[in-house]
C-alpha cells in the first residue's frame, strides 16, 4: 500500500503545474461531493425516524375514528360464522330457548362515542353505560362498566361499515356466540 501511496504522490509531482492543480481541484469536487451525499443521507434517515411516530399516532385517530359510532349487531352473521360445537348446542335446544336466545342478540346496537363513553341498548329497551378505550396494541377494545369491571373484546375486522369483535374470556368459559358481527349504522 505504501508503495502504492509513494508512486501516485510521485507520479502526480512529476506532473506539470496546470495538471496537478487539475487533479487537486478533481479530488476536492469528489470529496466534497461525498461530504454533501452523505449529509443528504443522514438527513433523510433522520426525517424517516421522525415520521414513524407520527404514522403511529396517525393509526390511532383512525382505529378510534373508525370505531366511534353506532354499531347494529347481525346476529345471521354471527350464527354463520359460529365455531361448529357450538352450532350443535344451538341447534340441540328447545325451539323456545332459541328464539330467546335470537331476541337477546337481534336488534341489539352498540355505541361507542368520541368521548369514551360506551352504550349498549336492547331491543326490549334495557341499556348498559360504560367506557372504552383501545388496547395499547390497538388490536382489542376494552370496556369497563360502571362497577369498573374489565371486558376485553379483540377486534377481529374493522371498516366503515363492519366491525367484528371477539370476547377475550379468561379461564374456561365459553360464550355460545364467540364472535359478534357488527354492521354501522347510518345515524
Known sequence: MKKYLLSTTALITSLPDTQ????????IKTTVYKNKMIKTIYLLLFLVVLSVPNQAIGQE?????LLVGTWIFDYDQSIKNMETSSKVHLDSVAQDRKERIEKSYKGRLVTFSDDGSYKQ????????KGTWELSKNKKSVIITDPNGNKYTQKIKLLSDTQLVLKPVLE?????????WNFIKSKN
Open 171 to 179: 379461564g374456561k368459559a365459553k360464550m355460545l356466540i364467540s364472535e
Open 121 to 128: 341498548s336492547l331491543a326490549d329497551g334495557r341499556t348498559a
Open 20 to 27: 496537478r492543480q487539475t487533479i487537486d481541484q478533481n479530488s
Open 61 to 65: 385517530k383512525s382505529t378510534s375514528s
